[in-house]
């Protein structure tokens, strides 16, 4: 062996040392906040004592009643379409934004950025509250839409899946807009400037070129839109008055309500086990894309 071979592999190993020593503390703060709290979620899932997430013996009696009760399908079903309508409508309103602040080489570029993302410094409840303002039936719309005489009685905008989605759409969309300008390193203004050369039109240009090499960073602010939205739980309830049930509020709903604590434990794997087919369908998206 080499003189130079072994300071090379002891170099390596240190190097290698170190990082183990630097990822220590991320380690220990993960299995603390994360690993740890779901260890104890998945063991009061299967709790045969329904005031206790440890008492009893093991059973499965929990996930029979969230996986065959028809109530639950339901809520579930209501928890997925409600994600979806949200992160494709914070998408489309959010990526010309992005796009833009992307683009532009304003003096006031950082200025308008900042005010893209200023509503995250308010609270979800505040905003939530705003929207029962606006869409009430004596809100802003509708008391608008009367003093017009476009309508008689008030347009139900609130109380409702409707409500839920257009306060959902705007208090998300600053985590589309951060979510997209991350991503859309990918875009070279020469390719542009090339296609346009060879007689490209502005359209084509942006279907062939821009779209497509802004994609990843479209998907990964559908991805943080989505799991942020089947995960709410506060404007749904107050915007859904009641009527709106998903996953986050009947978690809520048997936790404190009823006291059903592994019940509501498993209620809460299964929007796990949500979040993680998104993912996985996500990362095979960006795999496809980036191919």
């Known amino acids: 062996m080499s003189a130079t071979g072994a ?6 190993g240190s190097t290698r040392f170190m990082l183990l020593i630097l990822l220590v503390p991320g380690l220990l703060a993960l299995m603390t906040t994360f690993l740890l709290p779901m260890t104890w979620l998945a063991r009061a899932s299967f709790s045969t004592s329904s005031m206790s997430a440890f008492g009893g013996g093991l059973t499965l009696e929990h996930y029979r009643a969230a996986l065959t009760d028809p109530f639950y399908w339901k809520v579930a079903m209501n928890t997925l379409w409600l994600g979806v309508t949200v992160s494709f409508f914070a998408v489309i309103l959010s990526y010309p934004i992005a796009l833009f602040l992307t683009r532009s080489t304003s003096r006031w570029r950082g200025v308008l950025t900042a005010l893209a993302v200023a509503p995250l410094l308010t609270s979800a409840v505040v905003r939530t509250y705003g929207w029962m303002v606006i869409l009430g039936d004596r809100g802003v719309i509708n008391s608008t839409l009367q ?37 859309f390193g990918r875009l070279n203004p020469q390719l542009e400037e090339a296609a346009s050369m ?26 943080l839109v989505f ?17 709106v049930f998903v996953l986050g509020t009947e978690v809520f709903q048997e936790a404190t309500v009823t006291l059903n604590w592994p019940l509501a434990a498993a209620l809460s794997v299964v929007l796990l086990a949500l979040f993680s087919s998104v993912i996985v369908i996500y990362q095979r998206a960006l795999r496809r894309l980036e191919a």
């Open 7 to 12: 300071p090379a592999r002891q170099v390596t």
């Open 198 to 223: 060879l007689g490209a039109s502005k359209l084509r240009v942006f279907w062939r070129i821009i779209l497509p090499l802004s994609l990843p960073g479209v998907l990964t602010g559908a991805l």
């Open 147 to 183: 003093a017009l005489s476009l309508t008689a009685d008030p347009v139900r905008l609130s109380n409702n899946t409707l409500g839920a989605t257009i306060a959902l759409v705007e208090i998300l969309m600053p985590y589309a807009i951060l979510a997209m300008l991350a991503g």
């Open 227 to 243: 799991v942020l939205a089947i995960s709410a739980f506060v404007t749904p309830r107050l915007m859904g008055g009641g009527r």
